[in-house]
């Protein structure tokens, strides 16, 4: 790492260009700064020489004819074609150089896993890590390693000088070193640096954007470990496993449903979750025609049409406020469906979109139960547990039959 | 400022005022919808391109508006089809397509270029006019089924209609490239008819090299018509393939490579540019030689580097996605190309700053939007710079830098010059002067005004702000309030414009036939040109020689004055006349 530190190079920010932060900043704003200079130079001949004629050379009666009839000048226009060429080609050069740095990723690059779907991104980290920041190292080289799951995105990180497209069934590179600490966050501010989507893919193009957090290393590490198990979390030496529904309220954002569903009842590209939860629905489309939703269904319907909601979400579509709400991009579905731990995870929201806006909600064990002690209980999550008991209680025969 | 440009009010009229002219040649309806005189097909091109321009300009207004706030200052809440954005990825589709294919392209060539180009050549008409009149009515249909697309479901994925997104769009995305299809025809069937009057109809004495400009300039657009328009055509048929069959050139889920839309999209979209901007540079050659009176400068190398760009131009596509999923090496070899396809262009601009050089400068109306474009296409063209260097490229790509470049070149380029051309040629189009204080204010508002939209792009592009966002990060807010603001004074500025171009169809004064002193051969015929331009062949002489034209109060415009002619110098042979009053 020390051998890379002289190539480290950041840049501060300027009228033009928002602070460098990556050892590619330094040469793209050195390029940018020489042909800021040299381009400038030539606006000002242009628009002098021109203001000077108009000026000078103006007409004064309807006769005055031109003071020279010089109709070409060989050598002069040699010369006007020949240092335009000259330097355009230098400028090649220049934007040449450091364009290479961006094809050669260093070997001990760390590989982050970045998936691009309507509207987010998802950064998969080695450790098996998820989230929907980026968090990087001081420091450490990174490649992003990006597909899109559905159209056309891009990552662009303007404060690391790069971007590149994401394309589905096709993996794109980025890498870099980040040079610099970004900004903690705190109770206002997200804090890091953005991301954002520059390639226009659909409704919620300009709502895809993620931010990027460079860590030191302890902090990286710390930040790494909390990610890769959401489930649980560490408190000191205790370890405790966490509520479905606040796991749901981090899911919430992580996964990007804060892209069209809002939690204050504002219409969005998709319906709010506020008070969601046991309204009576109207439907606009339905897999079956003879289904219902009312409040006074029970709750393992309730429950049912939500993880259908989020699974298949074209099987029916909402109508609310007067709005048609279309069917959510299946991207969310296939990364929510499947493994027991998906499965968790979309219980998850369903109980965070439960308790929104519902100020009676009573999560299904008390949060100071013992149950939550992971290191009492530390192989299964005990909401889990229960509901696998609730669901074995109803398949089970009754005794005496 | 002193205006020695004629003003007729004093006057009692010109001389030289046509009565039989192609407008009042024969009446009705039918006399112009079934017309093969280029002239009024002309006429007709300007009024469906400049309809076009008007609802172009309000989605842009709309857009701006949009952006005032970051949260969207008008589409905030959900629409009846569930996004408020969407609409907003609507209305900038909307501005982005009409402006290109239905006002850019055609613009020059098909409105300005049918009507002066036969009788710059000193010809009676282009060499086909029934196909000329078909074309037109390919305008006209492909216009029509642009707009039936927006009634079915305006598209919402950016003109450049990038795959798979525009696969998968709900939208009339098949509808709107249908159009561009269609367009497409009218635009090479224009382009193909030039070429062949170009080649076939000049007269005696016209030679390659006595051509005026802006025919080479229309003659290297029309090579370019001719050679890329095709590809643009069978791609939006694969498009279309694509959306109702299921081809899978495009659709990665059938195997198909959606960076390959963007190299057939851009082989065509890129050229395409000239064939906006080319035009443009001709009119300027034209209008800077007349106004300053004196010969241009570097004819050859003008007229060469038209042909240079039109060349150049079919090489550079890949610059449009260096981080787009290229490979290295073809994003070096566009970056290299990119770069020596801006000194032709560059060449042309040092000509023109050459050819007022000792001048005699009239800052009429035409003359005014030609520096207004020499400044903003400068800018344009040294942004361009930024763009094609490969390392910066990254940084500014898909962002407002990108979006403020191409108005700089697109309508600080072409559509300035557009209205350059269009004040330029008004008099011998319609027989009438306009006022001269209301175009030049026309000028100064919209010049003013486009700085203001656009500089902060600049800005807040290499800033970060990505382009095509509905909603934006607070901090770019300064900078999209100012652009807004800017957007508002075009718009005045666009409505002075037409008040001093329609103003003048009902109260101008009649036109003399040469009311700025230009020695091309369409100011030889009367204001407005007879039915048929030429009652004999014209005498062809060097189209910028303004040395035997001379002020006549009479007529209160230019002629040619053999007599004096004789003993014309520069500098002092002509005796100077009191200014037009």
């Known amino acids: 790492m020390n051998l890379l530190s002289h190539i480290l190079a950041g840049t501060d920010p300027t009228f033009f260009l928002p602070k460098g932060a990556s050892n590619l900043a330094g040469d793209v704003d050195s390029a940018w700064n020489i042909i800021l200079v040299v381009t400038t130079i030539f606006f000002f001949i242009v628009v002098g020489a021109m203001t000077f004629f108009v000026i000078k050379y103006r007409r004064r009666a309807p006769n005055d004819g031109a003071t020279s009839e010089v109709t070409h000048n060989t050598p002069l226009e040699i010369a006007w074609t020949a240092i335009p060429l000259a330097l355009v080609i230098m400028f090649f050069f220049v934007g040449f150089k450091g364009f290479l740095k961006y094809d050669n990723p260093p070997p001990n690059c760390r590989h982050v896993e970045v998936i691009g779907q309507q509207w987010k991104f998802t950064f998969n980290y080695p450790n098996g890590a998820t989230d929907s920041d980026l968090y990087v190292e001081e420091g450490q080289p990174v490649q992003l390693d990006m597909h899109s799951v559905d159209v056309l995105h891009a990552l662009y990180l303007p404060t690391f000088r790069t971007q590149r497209n994401l394309i589905p069934y096709r993996q794109t590179e980025i890498w870099f070193i980040p040079t610099e600490l970004s900004p903690a966050p705190t109770q206002s501010d997200p804090g890091g640096w953005p991301i954002f989507c520059t390639q226009h893919c659909g409704n919620g193009h300009s709502r895809m954007f993620a931010h990027v957090h460079v860590l030191a290393k302890a902090d990286y590490d710390q930040k790494m470990k909390e990610l890769a198990n959401p489930f649980k979390k560490k408190n000191g030496d205790k370890s405790s496993w966490v509520p479905y529904v606040q796991l749901g309220e981090k899911l919430y954002s992580q996964m990007g449903c804060n892209t069209c569903h809002s939690l204050d009842g504002k219409a969005g590209t998709g319906p709010t979750w506020k008070g969601l939860y046991k309204r009576d629905h109207d439907f606009s489309s339905l897999d079956d025609p003879n289904y219902t939703l009312k409040a006074s269904d029970n709750d393992a319907k309730w429950e049912a049409y939500l993880s259908q909601s989020i699974t298949s979400p074209d099987a029916k579509l909402v109508r609310l406020n007067g709005i048609n709400y279309h069917g959510m991009p299946s991207s969310y579905g296939s990364t929510l469906g499947g493994s027991p731990e998906n499965i968790e995870k979309q219980r998850a929201l369903i109980e965070f979109i439960k308790s929104n806006g519902n100020t009676g909600y009573k999560p299904p064990i008390p949060f100071d139960s013992e149950l939550y002690d992971a290191d009492k209980h530390p192989e299964f999550h005990p909401e889990s547990l229960a509901a696998q008991k609730a669901k074995e209680a109803a398949t089970t025969p009754p005794a005496g039959q | ?581």
């Not at chain 2, 001389?15 to 407008?23: K, V």
């Not at chain 2, 642009?146 to 798979?164: H, K, R």
């Not at chain 2, 009057?197 to 400009?213: A, N, S, Y």
């Not at chain 2, 309030?481 to 171009?501: C, D, E, H, K, P």
């Open chain 2, 1 to 581: 400022m002193t205006t020695i440009t004629p003003d007729l009010a004093r006057a009692g009229g010109p001389l030289e005022y046509a009565h039989d002219n192609y407008l009042t040649h024969s009446h009705g309806v039918r006399s112009w919808l079934l017309t093969l005189d280029h002239k009024r097909i002309g006429i007709m091109y300007l009024v469906a391109v400049l309809s076009a321009f008007f609802v172009g300009g309000l989605f842009a207004e709309i857009v701006r508006t949009q952006l005032l706030i970051p949260t969207g200052a008008l589409f905030t809440s959900a629409s009846a089809d569930a996004s408020p954005y969407k609409v907003y990825n609507q209305m900038f589709t909307l501005h982005g397509a009409i402006m290109i294919f239905l006002v850019l392209i055609p613009g020059i060539p098909a409105a300005l270029g049918n009507f002066v180009l036969p009788i710059m050549l000193g010809a009676k008409d282009v060499a086909f006019p029934r196909l000329n009149l078909f074309s037109f009515y390919l305008y006209l249909s492909g216009a029509a089924i642009a707009v039936i697309s927006i009634a079915l479901g305006a598209v919402d994925t950016g003109w450049t209609f990038y795959t798979p997104y525009s696969i998968e769009s709900q939208t009339a995305v098949s509808w709107m490239v249908f159009g561009v299809f269609i367009l497409g025809f009218s635009s090479i069937l224009t382009g193909m008819n030039f070429i062949v009057t170009i080649h076939k109809l000049r007269p005696p004495g016209m030679t390659w090299f006595r051509m005026p400009l802006f025919l080479w300039a229309i003659y290297a657009t029309a090579i370019i018509q001719v050679l890329a328009t095709p590809v643009i055509g069978i791609t939006a048929l694969l498009l279309m393939m694509e959306r109702i069959l299921h081809v899978g050139i495009f659709n990665p889920k059938f195997g198909g490579d959606p960076v390959l839309f963007q190299h057939f999209f851009w082989f065509y979209s890129h050229p395409a540019v000239y064939i906006m901007i080319l035009p443009a540079m001709g009119v300027m050659s034209e209008v800077i030689s007349t106004f300053s009176r004196k010969h241009i400068f570097g004819y050859k190398f003008i007229a060469l580097s038209s042909i240079a760009i039109a060349v150049i131009g079919f090489l550079v596509w890949g610059h449009h996605m260096f981080p787009n999923g290229q490979s290295t090496m073809l994003a070096t070899i566009f970056s290299f190309l990119t770069m020596t396809v801006a000194i032709p262009s560059a060449i042309k601009v040092w000509n023109w700053l050459a050819t007022m050089y000792k001048g005699s400068i009239d800052l009429a109306t035409p003359m005014c939007y030609a520096l207004a474009f020499i400044f903003l296409f400068a800018i344009g063209g040294l942004t361009g710079v930024f763009l094609g260097t490969l390392s910066v490229d990254v940084h500014l790509h898909d962002t407002y830098f990108v979006v403020a470049h191409f108005h700089y070149v697109m309508f600080g380029g072409t559509l300035i010059g557009f209205l350059s051309g269009l004040f330029y040629w008004w008099p011998k189009i319609t027989g009438k002067l306009y006022n001269e204080t209301l175009g030049r204010l026309s000028c100064v508002l919209i010049f003013v005004g486009f700085n203001t939209t656009f500089l902060p792009q600049f800005v807040m592009g290499s800033q970060g702000m990505p382009r095509r966002y509905a909603t934006y990060w607070p901090e770019f807010q300064p900078y999209h309030v100012m652009s807004t603001i800017g957007a508002y004074i075009q718009f005045i500025g666009f409505a002075v414009a037409a008040v001093a171009l329609l103003h003048s169809l009902f109260k101008g004064k009649t036109s003399p036939a040469n009311p700025w002193g230009s020695a091309t051969l369409e100011w030889s015929c009367t204001s407005p040109p007879p039915h048929d331009n030429f009652k004999t062949t014209p005498t062809v002489g060097d189209p910028y020689d303004h040395s035997n034209l001379v002020w006549d109060d009479k007529v209160q415009g230019y002629v040619r004055n053999n007599r004096l002619a004789e003993s014309y110098t520069t500098k002092t042979a002509i005796p100077r006349q009191p200014k037009g009053h």
